[in-house]
């Protein structure tokens, strides 16, 4: 059974940072391009971050700079480290695991930014 597990999010003031964490079980991890999406209310799910099997990395425009994307194969976690957070990024963070044949989502964690 493929599971995906997001953990990390939580309420920070803006300007503060976050680390999101992705545990995967029941794939060969190290083939899979690791995504993070992030959904804000009323808007539609957006792919924040990419890395690939063999590490290059992809970001959104509006969190170049800011938010750094890793991958441990041996541990089998991605992780979304979160820098000069803005209200703009609240939403449900996704991840994603993306081979050439299938794709998993898990279930989100809550990211809130506000003062």
């Known amino acids: 059974q493929v599971q995906l597990v997001e953990s990390g999010g939580g309420l920070v003031q803006p300007g503060g940072s976050l680390r999101l964490s992705c545990t995967a079980s029941?794939?060969?991890?190290?083939?899979?391009?690791m995504n993070w999406y992030r959904q804000a209310p009323g808007k539609q799910r957006e792919l924040v971050a990419a890395?690939?099997?063999?590490?290059?990395?992809n970001y959104a425009d509006s969190v170049k700079g800011r938010f750094t994307i890793s991958r441990d194969n041996a541990e089998k976690k991605v992780y979304l480290q979160m820098n000069t957070l803005k209200s703009e990024d609240t939403g449900v963070y996704y991840c994603?695991?993306?081979?050439?044949?299938?794709?998993?989502w898990g279930q989100g964690t809550q990211v809130t930014v506000s003062s």
């Open positions: 890395i690939t099997s063999g590490g290059n990395t």
């Open positions: 029941g794939i060969i991890f190290n083939i899979y391009t």
């Open positions: 994603n695991a993306v081979s050439r044949i299938r794709g998993y």
